[in-house]
């Protein structure tokens, strides 16, 4: 398998470090490398930035013109046909407060956005709302987080 992916941090001072950053890393890397093998993707090259909740809003703002911070968006740079090419931002503040929130590790939220955002590199979409944990994309990412936290045991 022909994968890079490159994963990097610009989060703030201020912002909470419950999870070292070199098991995030690995983490990440496992969930978009699980996440494109469950496709069939054997070649692709995919950067993953954990933002924090300002630059994240900002992001959010400019590209999607939505206000206020999010926890994942994603960027396929890449014709159908060729090699996947994308960038992932994962909200790394936002992630910790969904962890919390849903009583899990922040382990767990952050292959769960991981995962999440390179399903939509790859083309899939959700509706908004309660359907979305009833979607395929929902079921083919929880199936996936499984995995990845099986296999990081």
Same mark, same amino acid.
């Given at each position: ?15 909470? $470090? ?13 969930? %978009? ?28 703002? $400019? ?5 206020? $911070? $999010?926890? %994942? ?16 931002? *994962? ?19 952050? %292959? ?27 079921? %083919? ?9 099986? *296999?990081?045991?």
């Amino acid at each position: 398998m022909s994968v890079r992916c490159v994963i990097s941090f610009e989060v703030g001072r201020s912002s909470p $470090t419950l999870l070292p950053r070199a098991r995030a890393r690995r983490l990440i890397r496992k969930a %978009v490398r699980t996440t494109l093998a469950y496709e069939g993707v054997e070649a692709a090259h995919v950067e993953v930035t954990l933002l924090d909740d300002e630059d994240m809003s900002e992001l959010n703002r $400019t590209y999607l013109g939505q206000n206020g $911070t $999010t926890d %994942v968006i994603s960027f396929a740079l890449y014709q159908e046909g060729e090699e996947p090419v994308g960038d992932i931002y *994962i909200g790394w503040d936002q992630a910790l407060r969904q962890a919390a929130a849903l009583g899990e590790a922040p382990e767990g939220e952050l %292959v769960r956005l991981a995962i999440h955002g390179t399903l939509h590199l790859l083309g899939y979409d959700h509706p908004e709302g309660a359907d979305r944990e009833r979607s395929e994309m929902w079921k %083919v990412q929880e199936g996936i987080l499984r995995k990845v936290i099986g *296999i990081e045991g």
